[in-house]
């Protein structure tokens, strides 16, 4: 039965503004002075909030686990991974832009160097900035033809950096096989095998890994890679095939929780997840799920999208057209806005990168606030924003680990008195900017503002003053696992 959407008692509709950075929570640093890389940025912003709402640390899925983006995602969301999980090949080819019917296979990949004479896998992402490159080795292998297997149909997408989507479409296939991505560089590209004893695994993990190979004889030949080996360049000659999946079918978002969301999420697996939910993917021009992103858009995209009908609401992405479709006119409950970049940061060890890439987030959180609040002020809505992550990304270990994240809800009125009232708010530059291009030589602690002594604590919620790992251990909410958070999140909406 669909739950629906609460209101406060003085009648005005709540809404609210997920922010999800991705790859959030960090280990102490020696080089920050045993900070985290979020506690050592200047993020007044993120501090306000935690200052103003109430707080708790978050485990994505459970205590303990090393997740992925997508389970985690799936369990924040409200859907337990360990039901309705079925391999993240599916929301990197939807968010991708291709659609899906039931019984199609599906492959998370990257574009890889593999040495041809051993069959190692030298490096995992032959590219990170395969923005020019990629769609063209897509296009390449888009609707390439199987010999042994002619009835089956391959369709390849360009996603984000050295990623792209795979379909196979057919029928008697299987979800139940392996990859081919040995997950680490210097290692043997692998061999597909059935997980399990059925004829559907066994002929589908046949056909894999022909379609493996008919994609390196491809790629190996092709001008592009002919043209990087001779500049020095790693070629693109192998496409890894991992977390082979179907489309899941579940209760949509709107079903689920009675509160009609939209999301914005370059990055494809997200945006995939996203669509698998039947959550509306916005368009944000710029915003790119990479270094490269203009978070500013993200914040203008979920913004006009909350405040409709007031602002018209971006258009919506729709897999397998190339059209998009407006967005739904009476506005949006729930705008979900994920960030990739620090994750990446993370993943790359960058330590300043991602404390300069925290005080970026931490400014588009500061125009998202501004553009909700000019919609609040004129409108029967109010607004509340969130910020969390779904896992841990340190960048001593440089992958993702099982640290808790921090969670923040505030109502956009007590996040205005926090700042510093409507005069700041309204004085919020809505200039785009990019991400710091910085390095870690030279680095030095900064100083953390003491937002106690600096604001006048606007509601009762906890004693939390700033917005960290540490700082949100002492929250009201306590520990609590991710398949709580929506109720969190909607107990507090009847609160505004």
Sequence with gaps: MMVQQQTADHGCKSRVALVLIDGLGDVSIPSLGGLTPVAAAATPNLDALAHAGVNGLMDPVEPGLACGSDTAHLSLLGYNPRIYYRGRGAFESLGAGLAMS??????????????????????????????????????????????????????????????????VKGRGLSGNISGTDPL?????????????NSEEAKHTAAVVNELSQEMQRILTSHPLNVRRLADGKNVANVVLLR??????????????????????????????????????????????????????????????????PLDVPPNVFVPGEYDSKPGWPGGYDFGFLHIKAIDDAGHDKAVMLKVKAFEAVDKMIGQLAHLLWQAESGGNVSYSICVTGDHSTPVEYGDHSFEPVPFSICCLKDFVKAIGGESIIAATSMDTFKL?????????????????????????????????ELAAARGCLGRFQGSEMMGIIKNYLQLY
């Design 243 to 308: 977390g082979c999946g179907i489309r899941i079918e579940v209760p949509t978002f709107f079903e689920k929780h009675g509160l009609r969301p939209c999301m914005v999420a370059p990055t494809k697996i997200i945006a995939g997840l996203g669509l698998s939910l039947d959550i509306d993917i916005l368009e944000a021009p710029g915003a790119t799920g990479d270094y490269r992103t203009l978070l500013t858009s993200k914040a203008v995209a979920i913004a006009r999208a909350l405040a409709a």
């Design 102 to 167: 039931p019984g199609d296979i599906a492959f998370k990949s990257n574009f890889a160097t593999l040495d041809k004479a051993t069959g190692i896998v030298t490096s995992r992402r032959a590219d990170r900035h395969f923005e020019q490159e990629g769609p063209i080795l897509c296009a390449a292998l888009d609707g390439l033809k199987l010999p042994s297997f002619p009835n089956y149909e391959v369709r390849v997408r360009y996603a984000t950096e050295h990623r792209c989507g795979v379909v």
């Design 436 to 468: 710091p291009h910085v390095s870690d030589e030279g680095f030095e602690s900064p100083e953390r503002i003491d937002v106690g002594k600096r604001w006048v604590r606007a509601t009762a919620g906890d004693p939390v003053t700033s917005f960290s």
């Design 184 to 196: 680490k560089d210097n290692r043997p590209l692998l061999t597909v095998v059935p997980l399990d």
